[in-house]
T-cell receptor, first 114, second 115 residues
Framework: DAGVTQSPTHLIKTRGQQVTLRCSPK?????VSWYQQALGQGPQFIFQ???????QRGNFPDRFSGHQFPNYSSELNVNALLLGDSALYLCASSFGVSGANVLTFGAGSRLTVL | AQSVTQLGSHVSVSEGALVLLRCNYS??????LFWYVQYPNQGLQLLLK??????LVKGINGFEAEFKKSETSFHLTKPSAHMSDAAEYFCAVSAGGTSYGKLTFGQGTILTVHP
């Protein structure tokens, strides 16, 4: 049973560019959350998608946007990249939206902004 | 609002020794609490979770944690460390009810196990 898959695994961009990261949730899961993990830090919640809508958002600027498709997969878009956007971006999936749900995490997409 | 504080960014133990990783939380509502482990170049893997049932929670790989409301703590323990336990550990809190998958994580504790 495939878990959460993310692509690409690594990418390098320059300041001002735009990036799209992709996530396929675990089979049977319908909810996708995105987290940013800067070096040496714990993951920080960006936003969550359920039923193709953004349900909750963390403290991130509008440069960060996303989308969920009918097959539950999701994309994270970041515009006007800054050096500080360099981080590991983690996608997590679950079934439903209960706070008790266990999130299954992917291995992440490591973004380097030069 | 929720917050998590992990005391000690690095913990070092000898193989076979007790592992104790500390986590204190703050939550305005009854919390759900989680411990995750992250190995290098991998995502996070759930060790255990507390969701208002038994206060002593047993997880995978011999880990357990005790929820203490009066101390707002959820410390992670393992009686005997193994070399394979070396990793980074994260404590996380979720608000009860419909939190839409929002976990608030601590800064993490890197566990080193010496032979």
């Amino acid at each position: 049973d495939a878990g959460v898959t993310q692509s690409p695994t690594h990418l390098i961009k320059t300041r001002g560019q735009q990036v799209t990261l992709r996530c396929s949730p675990k089979s049977g899961h319908d909810t996708v959350s995105w987290y940013q993990q800067a070096l040496g830090q714990g993951p920080q919640f960006i936003f969550q998608y359920y039923e193709e809508e953004e349900r909750q958002r963390g403290n991130f600027p509008d440069r960060f946007s996303g989308h969920q498709f009918p097959n539950y997969s999701s994309e994270l878009n970041v515009n006007a990249l800054l050096l500080g956007d360099s981080a590991l971006y983690l996608c997590a999936s679950s079934f439903g939206v209960s706070g008790a749900n266990v999130l299954t995490f992917g291995a992440g997409s490591r973004l380097t902004v030069l | 609002a929720q917050s998590v504080t992990q005391l000690g960014s690095h913990v070092s133990v000898s193989e076979g020794a007790l592992v104790l990783l500390r986590c204190n939380y703050s939550s305005s509502v009854p919390p759900y609490l989680f411990w995750y482990v992250q190995y290098p170049n991998q995502g996070l893997q759930l060790l255990l979770k507390y969701t208002s049932a038994a206060t002593l929670v047993k997880g995978i790989n011999g880990f357990e944690a005790e929820f203490k409301k009066s101390e707002t703590s959820f410390h992670l323990t393992k009686p005997s460390a193994h070399m394979s336990d070396a990793a980074e550990y994260f404590c996380a809190v979720s608000a009860g009810g419909t939190s839409y998958g929002k976990l608030t994580f601590g800064q993490g504790t890197i566990l080193t196990v010496h032979p």
